[in-house]
């Protein structure tokens, strides 16, 4: 795994290029994120967000660009380092959670740690010390049975527990009522202050996407300034 000397914690995104058949999704996208500051990424459907979210996780290799997280250069790293770095750096909150519901919160939420092969115990209080502070109910209590707001801050929780440095957001309150929307959102966006990631928010939604700190616009395979539409 190389490591640029000097190169700054949180994400970057450099000169990412990435073709799909003849339509160019992303044409030499550039982003930079430190650690606590935030971004959400708008645009129509179809033009490209979940992409960028993807090279970004190592899912999708770009055509051409670079990705460094934490100073770690992700591109062209063998697989299994690569999971290696998403398990260790990286926390992802999809849309519908993608926790498996008849699992309790605190074994969904542990769960990355074991898959790590971190110890049972430590993994367990962990998890219930992080769902203690987001709100979530525990007990036994299968995930499914939890409303969307909670099932929400229960995946938020797993994002966390092991400490990334980068915080992935895609379409987070999208299945969610307008109140759990506003919740789960000051939730993400007060993370990301307070434990120091670096937080990449995907979002159709204008009230979510006005909370970050720079809101781009992701449009004919470029980000520009979504206040000005100067690029970003």
Not at 32 to 47: F, L, N
Not at 48 to 61: E, Q, R
Not at 110 to 133: C, I, K, M, N, S
Not at 136 to 163: F, Y
Request: aromatic residues 2%.
């Amino acid at each position: 795994m190389s490591v640029t000397a000097g190169e700054p914690a949180g994400l970057r995104v450099e000169g990412i290029r990435h073709r799909l058949g003849e339509r160019v999704l992303l044409d030499g996208v550039d982003l930079d994120i430190g650690p606590g500051e935030s971004v959400a990424v708008t645009g129509p459907s179809g033009s490209g967000k979940s992409t960028l979210l993807m090279c970004v996780l190592g899912l999708i290799k770009p055509d051409r660009g670079a990705v460094w997280v934490g100073g770690r250069e992700l591109t062209g790293l063998p697989a299994r380092q690569l999971a290696q770095v998403r398990r260790q750096h990286m926390g992802v909150v999809f849309q519908f959670g993608e926790l498996l519901p008849e699992l309790t919160p605190v074994e969904n939420v542990a769960l990355p740690v074991l898959l790590g092969g971190g110890e049972h115990r430590d993994a367990y209080r962990r998890a219930a010390e992080l769902l203690t502070e987001l709100g979530v109910p525990q007990g036994g209590t299968p995930t499914g049975m939890l409303s969307g707001g909670e099932r929400q801050r229960a995946a938020v929780a797993r994002a966390l527990i092991t400490d990334p440095g980068v915080l992935l957001a895609d379409e987070p309150t999208g299945a969610l009522d307008p109140q759990a929307r506003e919740a789960v959102a000051d939730l993400l966006y007060t993370v990301s202050r307070e434990r120091g990631c670096a937080l990449l928010v995907v979002t159709h939604d204008p009230s979510v996407a006005a909370r970050a700190g720079r809101t781009l616009r992701l449009e004919a395979g470029t980000l520009m300034d979504a206040r000005n539409g100067v690029g970003a």
